[in-house]
């Protein structure tokens, strides 16, 4: 079972930028995804194995960036002019190779906290 693991998350003030990292145990396509208080989790982006792919949430199109390091086994999520209703806890898991389903299951998640 692929192992993933969340980090980065913080406190920043409206108009910063944060960058998430996600480690991996086993190369695969994987996504991002969040969690407001109180909300459903959503989608944000995912990438494909080769980083060839990626797809985006129209809320977070233009803002956020994913990308991936095979070298390092590890998933970027840059977040760049954040909004105050960014504020979640981020998540990532493992998708299928389309990038269209999420396969994995959830680890513990790090918290983004914007401030207005």
């Known amino acids: 079972q692929v192992q993933l693991e969340e980090s980065g998350g913080g406190l920043v003030q409206a108009g910063g930028s944060l960058r998430l990292s996600c480690k991996y145990s086993e190369e695969s396509a994987v996504g991002w995804f969040r969690q407001a208080a109180g909300q459903e989790r959503e989608f944000v982006s995912a990438?494909?194995?080769?980083?060839?792919?990626?797809r985006y949430s129209d809320s977070v199109k233009g803002r956020f960036t994913i990308s991936r390091d095979n070298a390092r086994n590890t998933i970027y999520l840059q977040m760049n002019s954040l909004r105050p209703e960014d504020t979640a806890v981020y998540y990532c898991?493992?998708?299928?190779?389309?990038?269209?389903?999420?396969?994995?299951?959830w680890g513990q998640g790090t918290q983004v906290t914007v401030s207005s």
């Open positions: 990438i494909n194995s080769n980083g060839g792919s990626t």
């Open positions: 898991s493992r998708m299928s190779a389309t990038i269209n389903i999420r396969i994995g299951t």
